[in-house]
C-alpha cells in the first residue's frame, strides 16, 4: 500500500505545480497511474514479489508520476533557469526509481517480506535516496515559491494602481534595460498630457478626474503593441516608449489614442469631449532615457503652446528646430 500511497502524495504534487504553473492537470494519465498502481498491489499480494520485472512494475508508476512533473515545468511560460533546475532534480528523482532494481540486485536483493525488506542495505539506500530527493524538490519548490512572491511585489512597485500601466520608476527601468539591449535601433519615445486637466477634476470632481486617466491609460494599451512600454510618469502625463519604430509609426500610434479618447461618452458625467497632447522624439546619436524624454517634452511644451490637443514632433537640439505634426 505505501506505493499506492506515494503515487498519489506525488499526483496531489503534481496539480499543485501544474496550478502555480498556470497549466491543466494531467487528472487523466494520473488516474490511470493510480489505477494501476492500485491494481499491482494487489496482484502482488498473489505473486512472488521479490522478482525483477514485479520490482519494476512496482517503481514504474513513481517514475511516471515524476515524469508527469517534469512535463508540466517543461511547458511553462517563461521558463527560467530556477525551473530548468527544479526539472532536473524531477528527472533524476524520477530516474532513481527506474534504477532502483538494479541498486536492489547489486546490494543482495530486496526480501520477500517487509521484514527482510527492513534489514537489507537496499532498503537503507532506497530510503536514503527518496529522502535527499525529496529534501532537494521540496528546498527548489520554496525557492520558486519565494521568487514568485518578489516577482508580485516588485511588479506592485512599478505599477500605478489608478492607470494600472508602469508608474515612473518602472517605466525608467524597463526601458532603460531595452534601451541597453536595442543601442543601434530606432527608439521613439512618447510624452502626452491631458488638455485641461485641472478644469476636468474642478468641474466634474476628482473622482472623475481619475476615471479619465484610468479610461486614457486603457487606450493607450490598446492602441499599443505588445513591445512597447507604457508609464504615468506625472499626474495626467504618461509616457511611452516605441522600440523599432519610426516617427510616421508613433504619429499613426498617437492619432489612434485620439480618436479613441475624443469618443462622447467615454467617461460617464461628462459630456464634453475629450483631448490629449503629444510630443514625439526620436534617439539620435545614442541618448539615453533622459535626453529622448527631454526632447519628447520639448515638444509637448509646443503641443500645449500651439492649442493642445496636437502631435508635434521634436529635433534634438533647439525647440524651435521642431517640426510640427498636427493631428
Known amino acids: ?109 530486496w526480501g520477500s517480506r517487509e521484514e527482510e525488506y527492513v534489514a537489507t542495505p537496499y532498503a537503507l539506500v532506497s530510503q536514503a535516496m527518496s529522502t535527499i530527493f525529496a529534501v532537494a524538490i521540496a528546498l527548489i519548490l520554496l525557492v520558486v515559491l519565494m521568487r514568485e512572491v518578489l516577482r508580485d511585489l516588485s511588479k506592485k512597485s512599478e505599477t500605478d494602481p489608478l492607470s494600472g500601466l508602469l508608474n515612473r520608476r518602472g517605466f525608467e527601468l524597463r526601458v532603460n534595460h531595452k534601451m541597453q539591449r536595442l543601442r543601434r535601433s530606432r527608439i521613439i519615445i512618447v510624452i502626452c498630457d491631458l488638455d485641461h486637466f485641472k478644469a476636468i477634476n474642478d468641474t466634474f470632481g476628482h473622482a472623475t478626474g481619475d476615471l479619465v486617466i484610468n479610461r486614457f491609460g486603457e487606450i493607450l494599451k490598446q492602441c499599443a503593441s505588445e513591445d512597447m512600454e507604457i508609464g504615468r510618469i506625472g499626474g495626467e502625463e504618461f509616457a511611452i516608449f516605441l522600440p523599432a519604430a519610426t516617427v510616421e509609426d508613433a504619429c499613426a500610434y498617437c492619432r489612434a489614442v485620439q480618436r479613441l479618447f475624443q469618443e462622447k461618452g467615454l467617461v460617464p458625467g461628462i459630456d464634453q469631449e475629450l483631448s490629449a497632447s503629444f510630443g514625439v522624439a526620436e534617439r539620435e546619436n545614442a541618448e539615453g532615457l533622459w535626453e529622448v524624454i527631454h526632447n519628447a517634452d520639448k515638444a509637448l511644451y509646443v503641443a500645449k503652446q500651439a492649442g493642445r490637443n496636437c502631435i508635434y514632433v521634436g529635433r534634438v537640439d533647439h525647440i524651435d528646430g521642431l517640426n510640427a505634426s498636427a493631428a
Open 1 to 109: 500500500m505505501s506505493a499506492l500511497f506515494a503515487v498519489v502524495g506525488l499526483s496531489l504534487a503534481n496539480i499543485g505545480l501544474a496550478v502555480h504553473y498556470l497549466a491543466k492537470p494531467p487528472y487523466l494519465a494520473m488516474a490511470a497511474i493510480i489505477i494501476f498502481t492500485a491494481f499491482h498491489t494487489i496482484t502482488m499480494n498473489y505473486s512472488d514479489g521479490g522478482q525483477f520485472l514485479s520490482m519494476l512494475f512496482y517503481q514504474m508508476p513513481l517514475f511516471m508520476c515524476q515524469a508527469l512533473g517534469v512535463g508540466i515545468v517543461a511547458n511553462a511560460p517563461l521558463r527560467d533557469r530556477l525551473d530548468d533546475v527544479l526539472m532536473a532534480v524531477l528527472t533524476c528523482s524520477g530516474m532513481q526509481f527506474l534504477l532502483r532494481p538494479l541498486i536492489a540486485i547489486s546490494f543482495g536483493g
